[in-house]
């Protein structure tokens, strides 16, 4: 088991940025992708990025790419969610999660991960 703690949400005018961090701690943190979810009020959850074991391959939905990039420390077991150009539409609950598996592709289901943090908040006012 892999816990994950999220840290760096807060509040933000439109077109600024944020950097959202995930710290792991339980399983071998180099053995199995990362990735982060969102969820808004009243919607679903929804994926947002994911990196692969290694940090080789990444993958984001449509409505972040160019604006948000995902990276990993696999010294210090953390990954990263880098949000610039943010939009009134990002605001949600964000979550980082740990896959099943090293892999990553297309847009991801939440049943392709198995533990979760208990998320950070993300505001962005227009």
């Known amino acids: 088991q892999v816990q994950l703690v999220e840290s760096g949400g807060g509040l933000v005018q439109a077109g600024g940025s944020l950097r959202l961090s995930c710290a792991a701690s339980?399983?071998?943190?180099?053995?199995?992708?990362m990735g982060w979810f969102r969820q808004a009020p009243g919607k679903e959850r929804e994926f947002v990025a994911a990196?692969?074991?290694?940090?080789?391959?990444?993958t984001y939905t449509d409505s972040v790419k160019g604006r948000f990039t995902i990276s990993r420390d696999n010294i210090k077991n953390t990954v990263y969610l880098q949000m610039n150009s943010l939009k009134p539409e990002d605001t949600a609950l964000y979550y980082c999660?740990?896959?099943?598996?090293?892999?990553?592709?297309?847009?991801?289901?939440?049943?392709?991960?198995?533990?979760w943090g208990q998320g950070t908040q993300v505001t962005v006012s227009s």
């Open positions: 999660a740990a896959s099943v598996g090293r892999r990553v592709w297309g847009d991801m289901n939440p049943a392709d991960f198995r533990s």
């Open positions: 339980g399983r071998t943190f180099s053995s199995y992708a």
């Open positions: 990196i692969s074991w290694s940090g080789g391959s990444t």
